[in-house]
């Protein structure tokens, strides 16, 4: 039985990857703070015997008895509204929680696998992203804290690897959607669903022509742990998600019918450094990890609205 540590694991993807381990029959331990994450979420887990959960902030120190045979680093807020709320937070969360858990990796020499974002490529000017572009980010804006934070997070893994011979696994996850996102989570598919259900205005912001590529969680999950078991020389990064391109007006539509709401669009301001145009590259998880997604965005978005309709 592997020994594995979730960080995050009571958030939204957290939750789904700990329920995929604890079938496998792995053991569990699941690190959180609960800041944007819930007990809710791992509810089912909390008395199964594989899994415990502890309840402690990624910076600070780990219990010194720890020792993992594999980590999945996926601690910090994922959604704009929470990571930007405390951006000297998230910028800690993503620096000084990627040294705690390479440095846990190190002592225990364990794999681990960075949750590493699409925002690393910030406004992209090379579009759909293959992992070999560099990105195009603002280091002072408002999205900076998360951007840079995994940006960092990232080389401190790359580092760790050269230095160390760490182990490492860097996966660019795009914009995946699913149950268990929370309702007031703050990002587009959760926001969209919850007024749809709601009959209330849908907020589209600015003129809702930029696009976003979502991937439904059970697609994504798979690929992570596919990354996890490729062999030691494969470090990545490689980007994972669904490279189906929506508009958010075709997004807003799709959800709209899909709820037979009779709710309106209202148009509000893009926040600054909202990227125009997102889209993954996939080739390189079609070849290395036999991958694609498999679910429909019409089939995903059903699976959600069913999950919203439940808690609001
Ligand atoms: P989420 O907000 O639902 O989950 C994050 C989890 O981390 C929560 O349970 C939260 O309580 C916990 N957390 C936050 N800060 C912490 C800290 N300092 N110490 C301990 N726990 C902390 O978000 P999610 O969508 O599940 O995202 C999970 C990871 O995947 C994040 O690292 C995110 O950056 C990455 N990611 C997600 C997406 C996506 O579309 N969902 C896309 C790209 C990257
Ligand atoms: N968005 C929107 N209305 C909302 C929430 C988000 O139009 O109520 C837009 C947002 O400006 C962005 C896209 O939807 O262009 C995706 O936003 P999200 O916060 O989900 O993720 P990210 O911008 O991090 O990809």
């Known amino acids: 039985m592997k020994k594995i540590l979730v960080t995050g694991g009571a958030g939204f993807l957290g939750s789904h990857l700990c329920d995929r381990l604890i079938a496998a029959g792995d053991q569990v331990i699941c690190l959180d703070n609960l800041h944007t994450g819930s007990r809710g ?34 601690a ?22 990627a040294i705690n858990v390479l440095e846990l990796a190190r002592k225990s020499n364990a794999k681990v696998l960075q949750a590493s974002t699409s925002e690393v490529y910030g406004d992209p000017e090379v579009h759909p992203q293959p992992e070999s572009y560099w990105g195009q980010v603002n280091p002072i804006g408002i999205r900076s804290c998360y951007d840079e934070g995994k940006r960092c997070a990232e080389t401190l893994f790359f580092d760790y690897w050269r230095q160390y011979q760490v182990r490492i696994k860097v996966v660019r996850i795009f914009n995946t959607y699913g149950p268990r996102m929370q309702k007031n989570d703050g990002r587009v598919v959760s926001n969209f669903i919850v007024s749809a259900l709601n009959n209330e205005n849908i907020t589209i912001y600015g003129d809702g022509l930029q696009t976003r590529s979502f ?52 148009f509000m301001d893009l926040p600054s450094d909202d990227p125009k145009r997102r889209m993954p590259d996939i080739d390189l998880a079609r070849k290395i990890l036999k991958w694609q997604p498999t679910v429909e965005l019409k089939d995903g978005l059903r699976s959600a609205i069913e999950y919203f309709e439940k808690i609001i």
Do not use: W
């Not at 990624?58 to 020792?67: I, R, Y």
């Not at 059970?218 to 020389?233: K, S, V, Y």
């Not at 490689?238 to 309106?264: F, H, V, Y």
């Open 41 to 74: 979420n791992i509810a089912q887990l909390e008395t199964h015997p594989n899994f415990s959960l502890l309840l402690q902030d990624v910076t600070d120190p780990f219990p010194e008895s720890l020792n993992v045979d594999e980590i999945y680093n996926l």
């Open 215 to 266: 991937c439904y969680v059970d697609d994504l999950i798979d690929a992570m742990l596919r990354t996890m078991q490729t062999q030691d020389t494969f470090v990545g990064p490689i980007n994972l998600g669904n490279p189906q391109e929506n508009t958010m007006l075709e997004l807003a539509t799709a959800i709209i019918a899909l709820c037979k709401s009779t709710s309106e669009l209202e």
């Open 76 to 97: 910090c807020p994922a959604s704009p509204v929470h990571y930007q709320n405390d951006p000297v937070r998230t910028v800690r969360t993503n620096v000084h929680g």
